[in-house]
T-cell receptor
């Protein structure tokens, strides 16, 4: 079957660093995506990995290990506006079909 | 500005009624997608289209129908056969696959409720 796991909730302090993990078991793998979604709004694309390693984009970085079926999203210098849900999605099978995890709700506190 | 427009933002349906959700994009993207989001669950794929006049069922297509007559437009009809239509519906688009996955970009969503 297809399964994507990520923690349901996390809390962190403003200015700190937080790592959100995602593990997956899918029948195929073409890439892994991270999205940010504020409550009641549309998901916003953050980052994606096709090959193993770290991709850095400003305060956000994403890491992938295909052999371990594992990825993480690293958020540095946390700001209050980073309070949101973070969605992990795997492109599996043909075309651009994405399978989404249930999301991790991050709360950033002062 | 380029983007994806979904309308309406809120929609109410009576029992036994069909309703159509609009999705328009001016990003010149080949591929378009419809997802459903329920509280505490991940996005689930309803239908997708890689090219005009062609579309494929996703994981939860029952009770829904789509058309893709124009590149810019991918409307979703929620039929009376869909027994639990209350959800947040998201439309997305992307550059075509071309042998490499491409990020999908989302509209602002339509929240559908049953009266």
């Amino acid at each position: 079957g297809q399964n994507i796991d990520q923690p349901t909730e996390m809390t962190a302090t403003e200015g700190a660093i937080v790592q959100i993990n995602c593990t997956y078991q899918t029948s195929g793998f073409n890439g892994l995506f991270w999205y940010q979604q504020h409550a009641g709004e549309a998901p916003t694309f953050l980052s994606y990995n096709v090959l193993d390693g770290l991709e850095e984009k400003g305060r956000f970085s994403s890491f992938l290990s295909r052999s371990k079926g594992y990825s993480y999203l690293l958020l540095k210098e946390l700001q209050m506006k980073d309070s949101a849900s973070y969605l992990c999605a795997v492109a599996s099978g043909g075309y651009n079909k994405l399978i989404f995890g249930a999301g991790t709700r991050l709360a950033v506190h002062p | 500005d380029g983007g994806i427009t979904q309308s309406p933002k809120y929609l109410f349906r009576k029992e036994g009624q069909n309703v159509t959700l609009s999705c328009e994009q001016n990003l010149n993207h080949d591929a378009m997608y419809w997802y459903r989001q329920d509280p505490g669950q991940g996005l689930r794929l309803i239908y997708y289209s890689q090219i005009v006049n062609d579309f494929q069922k996703g994981d939860i297509a029952e009770g829904y129908s789509v058309s893709r007559e124009k590149k810019e437009s991918f409307p979703l009809t929620v039929t009376s056969a869909q027994k639990n239509p209350t959800a947040f519906y998201l439309c997305a688009s992307s550059i075509g696959y071309r042998g490499r996955v491409q990020p999908q970009h989302f509209g602002d969503g339509t929240r559908l409720s049953i009266l």
